[in-house]
């Protein structure tokens, strides 16, 4: 576990006399407490890739570049008239099918719409949620040790403590369980696409529940699953039927193709959610009117999830096998968006190498010390594209 940096003192200085008077004091910016931003290091190698004679295959960063489904941008183009502010609890229509999927999807037939947020986009959340929650010095906030990065973001935000754990946040040691406030959980798991068991889930949800610690299990990936079936702490055989200490984040980026919309929800505790929906009021993090009608169309069908599905798994077989053929060995990646894959060597050699191919894809250092060995490979890319990766892996 390690603590935050202090940062520069934001003590106002004595008052002054002379030349001095009135002159600005240094000012401590939030950037001082954040890493660098890691997509940086990248641009190098895109630039490398790209200059390849076919062009890049950017595998990288797992933007989806499938259309919009046509009855979702018609919906948008009709609610296109919307001059007034929207709310922050969003409006009944797309309350109600979160509501219904949540029902359908992770079997959380007992929330009500008390038990509903909408959110600008995932990562938002995730970035604010600690500060939200009221967590400060002290505190700890623990997440899984290979993560989406911004998980430690929040928590510095937060000026909280950070603490990660490999496979289960019960092996945390007993003085950081003590200051334990908010456990992240990620399944299926951005970057290795790892799914944890429904058991799993349940003893960690009566563990933390034991200690009065909050669980935020981020389960934007819930519906890409491969060879595993996703759970959600949500499901009554995780949660006994109780929503309390728990929250669930899911997106509509992926298995929509509305990145571009920023559409997201968090479900579960209604008094946490009551409390959060407080705190976005007075900072005004509302999601648009037209994206909200949107997201409510794109919730209530499933045929274009199935089709998106299926575009996908195309891509995601093509992709492991070339990988596998050329000496890469995957690991997990039973769900999300991304092969987990290594071929033994440091991440940056894999990532040059690649690069020379004219493919692009993510160091696995990006989400903690345990991924140096390992590239994230997304299968976002268009199916010409994939099999241009395909070809260049197999030469």
């Not at 997440?143 to 937060?158: D, I, K, Q, S, W």
Request: aromatic residues 8%; charged residues 25%; glycine residues 8%.
């Amino acid at each position: 576990m390690t603590g935050l940096p202090d940062g520069p003192s934001s003590t106002t200085p004595a008052p002054s006399s002379g030349s001095d008077r009135g002159a600005a004091r240094p000012v401590s910016t939030v950037a001082e407490l954040l890493p660098v931003f890691p997509w940086d290091r990248l641009e190098p190698y895109k630039a490398r890739a790209a200059a390849h004679p076919d062009g890049i295959v950017d595998l990288s960063v797992g933007t989806p570049v499938d259309p919009v489904p046509e009855l979702v941008q018609q919906v948008l183009r009709d609610s296109s008239d919307r001059p007034g502010y929207p709310t922050v609890w969003g409006t009944a229509a797309y309350r109600a099918a979160i509501l219904g999927w949540a029902g359908r999807r992770l079997g959380a037939t007992a929330l009500t719409e008390r038990g509903v947020l909408p959110v600008v986009g995932s990562k938002e959340l995730v970035a604010w949620l600690p500060v939200q929650l009221g967590l400060g010095p002290g505190d700890v906030v623990a997440f899984p040790r290979l993560a989406y990065p911004t998980y430690e973001v929040g928590a510095r935000l937060a000026r909280a403590d950070v603490a990660t754990y490999a496979d289960d946040p019960r092996e945390l040691d007993e003085e950081t369980q003590a200051r334990l406030r908010l456990v992240w959980l990620n399944s299926p798991s951005n970057p290795t696409g790892r799914v944890l068991p429904a058991g799993r889930l349940r003893e960690i949800v009566a563990w933390a529940r034991e200690r009065g610690v909050l669980i935020a299990s981020d389960e934007c990936y819930l519906e890409l699953g491969w060879e595993a079936d996703p759970a959600s702490v949500l499901h009554p055989d995780v949660c006994g039927g109780s929503y309390e200490g728990l929250l669930a984040l899911h997106s509509l980026s992926k298995r929509s193709n509305l990145a571009g919309y920023r559409a997201a929800f968090l479900l579960g505790d209604p008094g946490l959610l009551h409390a959060l929906l407080q705190v976005r009021k007075h900072g005004g993090m509302m999601t648009a009117a037209p994206v909200q009608d949107a997201a409510a169309a794109a919730l209530a069908d499933d045929a274009h999830v199935a089709e998106q599905r299926e575009r996908y798994a195309r891509r995601r077989a093509a992709l492991r096998k070339a990988l596998e053929g050329s000496g890469f060995r995957v690991e997990h990646s039973e769900a999300s968006l991304y092969l987990w894959a290594t071929r033994e060597e440091s991440c940056w050699d894999t990532v040059a190498a690649l690069a020379d191919l004219g493919i692009l894809v993510a160091p696995g250092e990006f989400y903690g010390e345990d991924g140096a060995r390992f590239v994230r490979v997304a299968f976002t890319a268009t199916d010409e594209r994939v099999d241009a990766a395909v070809s260049r892996l197999a030469r």
